[in-house]
């Protein structure tokens, strides 16, 4: 039974999201649906779980309308959907938020009623196991790392067993491992006759995964074509109407100074004995799986969570151990990784999270105008490209890859002198990618140093001057990305000598 949209609009105030999308998705097929930040995917896929209603427009099931009131509905008729944002709940047990809702119950002695918690801990188990997942079901689930959530969603939504699964960029937060993991399940499920829809920005994994692809672009359809003739010309011509150039300049030069030093800094638990040296002007890049700690590192570089040994030398300052006000007050800036729980304050606006972090710089004698907010802002948003209809809306009303950005620009308006890094791409488009990149490259050509976690390996290779590759808590390799292929930076992520 296929189902499909006809003419699907979708109205925000002050901005059309989806203007008429007539979609048809097969049985037994994985969709993809690819477009610019902002296009509309994440609205789709909000309307076909109920989430959203559209203004106007239907939606079809084996050829018979529907009615998706809610996303009890749409479960009901057996849509599930894992969206962009993560939204287990970070104070319930894992086993809790994969069984919200429909906890399974038995009667007690007497006439009560009582959740069957060994049930439902036995059951979660016997979900993520189909998945290799082995967690403690009875952690929090804020506890857990981004991917480990965005696995627990996926599992989750999987125990529906549903007719139509929808993926709003399962990968971004999956490392090389854990991606390929998912396809071979995408792959089973499709081969049950089920209707997959897939949403990524990693382009180079459409042809892992898709049989087909939808092309969104500013709320249109712009064309579905088969995989076979997905090349990355014909895609990006689609998305953007143009080719993306993905040149690194020849001119970044790393200046000798030292702009950050790690000596043997230790987490226990996280991290051991992490020395290196970040130059002026370079762009460092640190590889790895997920769990070898380098999200860890670059928190408690910053401060956010403190090392229990060794240095971080900034301007030949020692502290030990460094504290986040600190670190600002030097000029170190920190992206993280989770945009939504450490990034942004949803209910603020754009401007105003744009501006919170460079405050002390906007000020003049203790003034600050929201004109000169509102200048900073606009350059900003002209800088990275960003489609923000209202700067003073709440920043949650923008696109997730737009939200991303807003956490970068957040941090550039401070005038740092070395940024680290957290997954910086995750969820932009291949243009807003390059984009960032242009930026990190000018920051390079100011004496301004980056150091970049990334799953991306292809980029890291691409932009970085240096690779450091992290495992186990430790810094196995220093590679030089011009020397070094993607087969051989993925081999040195994974052997797995130290492993404990
Ligand atoms: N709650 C909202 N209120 C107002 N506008 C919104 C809201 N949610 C989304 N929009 C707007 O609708 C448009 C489409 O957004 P959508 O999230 O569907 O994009 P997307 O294709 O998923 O982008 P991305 O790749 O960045 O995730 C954007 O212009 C966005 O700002
Ligand atoms: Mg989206």
New binding site residues.
Partial sequence: MPLETAGIR?E????V??KGVSLRFEEGKIHALV??????????V?IFAGALQPTAGSILLNGTPIQLRSPREALEKGIAAVH?ELSLVPELSVAENIFLGRLPVKTGFGQGMFVDWREVERRAEETLAGFELHLDVRAKAGRLGVAQQQMVEIAKAMSYNPAVLML??PTSALARRETEHLFELLHRLASRGIILLY?T?RLQELQGIADEISV?RN?EVAGTIGIQEASPATLAGLMFGQTIPTERPADLPVQAAAALEIRNLTRTGAFQEVSFTLHRGEILGIAGLLGAGRTELLRSIFGVDPADSGEVVVDGMVLRPSSPSQMKRLGIALTPENRKAEGLIQNASTRFNMCIASLDRLTTGGFITRERERTVVRSMVKNLDM???DME?PV?????????KVVAGKWLNTAPRVILFDEPTR???VQAKQQMFQIIYDLSRKGISSLVVSSELEELLDICHRILVMRSGRIVATLDPRRTTIEQLVVTCMEDGTRS
Avoid: R
């Fill in positions: 979708k925000y105030p002050g901005t999201a989806l477009g610019k930040n902002g296009a509309g995917k994440s609205t789709l909000k962009q709003d960029e949403i920005h969104l709320g489609l923000v209809g809306a949650s009303m923008l696109s997730g890859g737009n939200q991303q969820g932009i488009d």
